[in-house]
């Protein structure tokens, strides 16, 4: 499973940003889509995080703010962020949840996107 993430930029506080993560190769494989985000010095930490059956998760920093959807058709999920502040600047990563067998041996993985910046200015 490949991951493709886009739409990171620079946006001042309150505004909106939609990231995109394409996925493709072996989709049947992914059980779950996430997006995780990072400074510099600190722990990568979950954000969002949608299930093949479409049930949502989000960290508390973000509840309210920002809302994780996907296109099945397209292979897509998206997390549309509202209502930035300074402190969600960070590089954010999607990444899928993987399970699949290798013979007759379960295989649970996970696999990452490239980071895309997200810069909120005060």
């Known amino acids: 499973v490949q991951l493709q993430a886009s739409g990171g930029g620079l946006v001042q506080a309150g505004g909106s940003l939609r990231l995109s993560c394409e996925a493709s190769g072996s989709i049947s494989w992914i059980t779950a889509m996430e997006w995780f985000r990072q400074v510099p010095g600190k722990e990568r930490e979950s954000v969002a995080t949608?299930?093949?059956?479409?049930?949502?998760n989000y960290a508390d920093s973000v509840r309210g703010r920002f809302t994780i959807s996907r296109d099945n058709a397209k292979n897509t999920v998206y997390l549309q962020m509202n209502s930035l502040k300074p402190e969600d600047t960070a590089v954010y990563y999607c990444?899928?949840?993987?399970?699949?067998?290798?013979?007759?041996?379960?295989?649970?993985?996970?696999?990452w996107g490239q980071g895309t910046q997200v810069t909120v200015s005060s």
């Open positions: 949608i299930t093949s059956g479409s049930s949502t």
């Open positions: 990444a899928a949840q993987l399970a699949y067998y290798t013979g007759d041996a379960p295989v649970r993985a996970r696999t």
